[in-house]
């Protein structure tokens, strides 16, 4: 089964730029979907089809991926983007696999 | 403006049995997949099962295949999961999501909260 590999937790100074990873073998010949949830709420789309924006989302929230390794991009992070990051993918035999998740603190 | 609410959660005895409904507005219902995801308390997603949008085919999470069935009936808007022979493990917040093209979800629901206790 594909396996999406993410860091536990990832800490960005206020106003800085935080990354987030996931890591899995050719992912960059992927499409990678990001979604961010706040604690007792539901997932909220941020990024899909690795670069992509939905309606709504700040243009802080960035995202790119080659290799081993995609990444969502947050640029001037706020402390309301503290929240939990997943990254998913489709594939053809397990069809949707989420990352373990990520927190991300803003200090 | 999309919205899916969920509703059918509670507390089960291990063993018993679910039923899981999720109601959708505002979209198309029957032009869509739908899926559902669960969240164990304190831990990641993980993706249960998800129909096509006329119902004729089904998918399922590999270590959830034969205890859960999903279904919808596109006259009322609603989509179903029905969980048999519950167990500890199975206790979790579900989502009800609206998939684009089986591939990535754009639409959740605020989830419904299933406990499997004695």
């Known amino acids: 089964s594909y396996e999406l590999t993410q860091p536990l937790s990832v800490s960005v100074a206020l106003g800085q730029t935080g990354r987030i990873t996931c890591g899995a073998s050719n992912i960059g010949s992927r499409n990678v979907h990001w979604y961010q949830q706040k604690p007792g709420q539901a997932p909220v789309l941020v990024m899909y089809r690795d670069t992509n924006r939905p309606s709504g989302i700040p243009e802080r929230f960035s995202g790119s991926n080659s290799g081993n390794t995609a990444t969502l991009t947050i640029s001037g992070a706020q402390a309301g983007d503290e929240a939990d990051y997943y990254c998913q993918v489709w594939d053809s035999s397990t069809a949707v696999v989420f990352g373990g998740g990520t927190k991300l603190t803003v200090l | ?118």
């Open chain 2, 1 to 118: 403006e999309v919205q899916l609410l969920e509703s059918g959660g509670g507390l089960v005895q291990p063993g018993g049995s679910l039923t899981l409904s999720c109601a959708a507005s505002g979209f198309t219902f029957d032009s869509y997949a739908m899926s559902w995801v669960r969240q164990a308390p304190g831990k990641g997603l993980e993706w249960v099962s998800t129909i096509s949008g006329n119902g004729g085919s089904t998918y399922y999470g590999d270590s959830l295949k034969g205890r859960f069935t999903i279904s919808r009936d596109n006259a009322k808007n609603t989509l179903y999961l029905q969980v048999n022979r519950l167990r500890a493990e199975d206790t979790a917040v579900y989502y009800c999501a609206k998939p684009i093209l089986y591939y990535y979800m754009d639409v959740w629901g605020k989830g419904t909260t299933v406990t499997v206790s004695s």
